[in-house]
């Protein structure tokens, strides 16, 4: 059974950083991804960045993408989410969740519905 762990939450200012990490335990993690999403007060869970653990390929969704960085210590078998120049809406829990990957591209992989292994999340707090 594959167990994910998140850490790294914090409440930070408009304009600092947070590195999250995302521990797994229970499986080689070979050929799988590895995603990282978020769920804000009243809204839907959404994806914020997803890696291959076969060939590093990643995926960021719009809104994050040029600030976060997604990586993979395989020794470790931990996913990291470095978080740069975070805003308002950035705020929410963030959880990571891992599957086996699919045959299809690594963006279509990173879907909430895609995963079924989840940790249970970590709160990212942004104050103005």
């Known amino acids: 059974e594959v167990q994910l762990v998140e850490s790294g939450g914090d409440l930070v200012q408009v304009g600092e950083s947070l590195r999250l990490s995302c521990a797994v335990s229970g499986s080689t993690l070979a050929h799988w991804a590895v995603g990282w999403f978020r769920q804000a007060p009243g809204r839907e869970r959404e994806a914020v960045s997803c890696?291959?653990?076969?060939?590093?390929?990643?995926w960021y969704a719009d809104s994050v993408k040029d600030r976060f960085t997604i990586s993979i210590d395989a020794a470790e078998k931990t996913v990291y989410l470095q978080m740069n120049s975070l805003q308002s809406e950035d705020a929410a829990v963030y959880s990571c969740?891992?599957?086996?990957?699919?045959?299809?591209?690594?963006?279509?992989?990173?879907?909430?519905?895609?995963?079924?292994?989840w940790g249970q999340g970590t709160q990212v707090t942004v104050s103005t």
């Open positions: 890696i291959s653990t076969s060939d590093g390929e990643t």
């Open positions: 969740a891992a599957d086996r990957f699919a045959i299809i591209t690594i963006k279509q992989m990173c879907a909430p519905n895609r995963f079924g292994s």
